[in-house]
């Protein structure tokens, strides 16, 4: 039967296109939901560029504390909800993995079409309503699709749950896509199913993703179809028809897909065309039990089996897809509050905060306190020296005004000047000795002890110019020391957890190590102002304490020529 005219299928891929393009101004699906995560799904030609709509691909995405605030959430994800671009239409979608303690979530979602050229395909994941009931897993595979692996248990499932493994496989917990299998030269082996098969020269499709740790041996067989390693080149043979290229790495993720249509058969690898031919007229059908992995050592995630033709740009896409690739992929989170329009505004600092680390929130706290901590110290010692500045200055007049050094005031009238208290202290010792009230003239030895006594005195006063600046020392020195700390912190979680999550994309590693150096950030925020309190006190503190130090001799000095022995 001859193909519809493309004109009938126009309006209805451009409606399910505009599903997930965002609508020109932001709005917020559920004002019950706190947060969201925008992912934004990039196929123009700075991305990886496809040329026709791709419908009912089932992509994984990938949550972390660097795109998603997890604290937000509901511990099990039973809050999740994911909405097209235009915020309005929910999307199929189910959870595979989500470990809120670890922060780390994997789901997979169907997106009705993604519009080929543009970077505005555009999903939200919605969470942070206590409220909400668990959705119930949709179907998120299409109709097409016969059996999906994840890998996620040792039965080795497909998607629907009903085709399992012949015997338990061991099972890799951090594979590419959330777990994957680990093969050592036995095959996996599902039995055969109505669902998988394939007439002769019928459409077929399948996908998966290997790493090898070795060269060689059986990547996967289905009857008379097999895909197996020549060395480290794939190839495929389906009855007398042999396709080969590309290569695989040993130790090194990659796909491998296959496309059976229009008589033709295409390999691929990472995406990228690597043999095409006609299969022959005598093509046989595909059917029976499947197999993966006979003669192979290494890993294998993430099997698709396909009875529907897939194009090009499918493989393309659900390859950047599922491999996260950054030019794709790109994830951002959205507080309620801040959410950003379409402008790109702004809201950085409030993204940073979201992506704190718990180590690194911790370590921005006692920084707080830190500087708190040094900006009282530096407001109170600034009061407290400018206060006794200002009594010295007034003392120092009075004292120097009056012809007998016994006549000045002291701390009585000038209760802020360290000056006066050290006369007060000469006094003090003058006063024991009769001096001024006709006693005998003050020896030598008289004198030193008076001297000592308002040396005594100045030590004193010292200490009290600079009692509390060690905490000053503290800010400058310690501050940056600790944010650096919580920055390396911050960035092995981040780390930790994009190698736990298998995504490896800038855009998921920006947000948590950007966030990671606000704590570095926040310990200079605390040394620098305190670096330059503590130089500018300390300067003061030395001039006021040279001024007692003068003080001293200048108080000695005129007692001795009043009242000392002749």
């Not at 009912?56 to 959430?73: C, E, K, Q, T, W």
């Not at 039973?78 to 671009?85: E, I």
């Not at 994941?125 to 206590?130: E, F, K, L, Q």
């Not at 100045?458 to 000053?472: A, D, F, I, P, T």
Request: aromatic content about 6%.
């Amino acid at each position: 039967m001859p193909a519809l005219p493309l004109s009938r299928h126009l309006p209805r891929v451009l409606l399910a296109a505009a599903a997930l393009l965002p609508p020109a101004a932001q709005a917020w699906w559920n004002d019950d939901f706190k947060q969201r995560t925008k992912i934004t799904l990039n196929t123009s030609a700075a991305g990886v560029e496809t040329h026709e709509a791709v419908s009912g691909v089932a992509i994984p995405l990938r949550l972390h504390s660097g795109n998603f605030d997890f604290l937000g959430a509901k511990p099990d994800g039973s809050d999740l909800r994911v909405v097209a671009g235009d915020d309005k239409t929910p999307l199929k979608f189910a959870i595979e993995r989500f470990d809120g303690s670890n922060e780390l979530a994997l789901i997979w979602v169907q997106l009705p079409v993604v519009a080929p050229g543009s970077d505005k395909n555009t999903v939200y994941v919605y969470a942070g309503n206590d409220k909400a009931a668990a959705e119930p897993a949709g179907a998120v595979f299409d109709s097409g699709t016969a059996a999906a692996f994840h890998f996620a248990d040792g039965s080795a499932a497909d998607h629907t749950g009903t085709l399992k493994a012949r015997a338990p496989v061991t099972i890799e917990p951090n594979g590419l896509i959330g777990p994957a299998a680990r093969i050592a030269g036995s095959a996996i082996e599902w039995p055969a199913s109505e669902r998988v098969k394939a007439a002769a020269a019928a459409p077929y499709a399948l996908s998966l993703w290997v790493k090898p740790e070795g060269a060689g041996g059986s990547l996967f067989s289905q009857g008379a179809l097999e895909l197996v390693l020549d060395g480290s080149q794939p190839t495929l043979r389906l009855g007398t028809l042999t396709l080969a290229g590309g290569t695989l790495a040993v130790n090194a993720w990659a796909q491998v897909a296959v496309t059976l249509a229009a008589r033709k058969a295409t390999l691929y690898v990472n995406g990228i065309e690597a043999a095409q031919g006609e299969l022959p007229p005598n093509a046989p059908a595909i059917e029976g039990p499947l197999r993966v992995g006979a003669g192979y050592a290494g890993l294998v995630d993430e099997l698709e089996v396909s009875t529907a033709a897939r194009s090009a740009d499918w493989v393309r896409f659900g390859q950047a897809a599922q491999a996260a690739d950054a030019k794709l992929v790109a994830a951002l989170t959205q507080p309620r509050d801040s959410a950003e329009g379409e402008s790109g505004g702004g809201g950085y600092i409030g993204i940073l905060v979201k992506s704190l680390t718990p180590d690194a929130k911790v370590v921005i706290a006692i920084l707080g306190v830190m500087f708190v901590v040094a900006l009282w110290v530096m407001v109170t010692k600034a009061v407290y020296i400018r206060r006794a500045e200002a009594g010295n200055d007034g003392f120092l007049r009075r004292f120097r005004d009056s012809v007998d050094v016994l006549g000045a005031e002291g701390s009585g009238r000038h209760p802020d000047s360290p000056l006066a208290r050290l006369y007060d202290a000469g006094c003090s010792e003058l006063t024991k000795r009769d001096v001024g009230q006709g006693g005998a003239p003050l020896s030598g030895a008289s004198l030193d002890a008076v001297k000592a006594a308002v040396d005594a005195n100045l030590v004193r006063e010292g200490h009290r110019l600079n009692s509390r600046m060690v905490l000053l020392t503290i800010a400058i020195s310690g501050g940056p020391f600790l944010g650096l700390l919580g920055t390396v912190v911050g960035v092995m979680i981040t780390f930790a957890a994009i190698a736990a999550a298998g995504d490896v994309n800038v855009n998921a590693i920006a947000p948590g190590i950007a966030a990671a150096l606000l704590a570095t950030v926040a310990g200079l925020a605390v040394a620098i102002p305190s670096l330059f309190g503590y130089n500018y006190l300390a300067s003061r503190i030395k001039n006021i304490s040279a001024d007692m130090q003068i003080f001293v001799d200048e108080f000695v000095s005129r007692v001795a020529e009043r009242y000392g022995a002749r």
